[in-house]
């Protein structure tokens, strides 16, 4: 019970300083300026077609310019390793979830760390792939 109470005055010491001593901070509005969308497929493939689609909404909403880069190479790690060496607060990078999740396992040597570099925004778009094969004709 002791060992409870101790608990409980510590947190509540805790809370005492994070509500008296936290600094506000700056929120700002982004963007300031015009945002670019790298994204690591080559043009006219559906992620790019849907970056695009997404550019005109978001840069009506933002007002301000938005910008798709495309990155194309080496199972998406050339433009994820562009998008991350831009340095650019106003950069976003729109990929596949293999970049994440995929690519680390594939490759021995990845130039990113896929849980330390990135923050996934959210979910934009789901994509179905399918491979077809057409039958073989039998020989009569």
Not at 36 to 55: C, E, K, N, Q, Y
Not at 112 to 119: F, G, N
Request: with cysteine.
């Amino acid at each position: 019970m002791k060992s409870y109470l101790l608990g409980l005055l510590a947190a509540g010491i805790l809370v005492f300083c994070f509500v008296v001593f936290a600094q506000p901070g700056y929120a700002g509005t982004w963007p300031e300026r015009a945002v670019r969308i790298t994204t690591p497929f080559a043009p006219g493939i559906s992620p790019d077609v849907a970056a695009r689609t997404l550019a005109g909404p978001l840069a009506k909403r933002w007002n301000q310019a938005v910008v798709v880069e495309n990155r194309p190479g080496a199972d998406t790690m050339v433009g994820t390793q562009a998008f991350l060496n831009s340095g650019d607060a106003h950069g976003v990078l729109f990929t596949t979830h293999s970049t994440f999740t995929v690519i680390p396992l594939l490759y021995a040597k990845v130039p990113y760390d896929p849980v330390h570099d990135m923050s996934p925004i959210t979910l934009a778009v789901e994509d179905y792939l399918a491979i077809a094969a057409e039958r073989a004709k039998r020989q009569t």
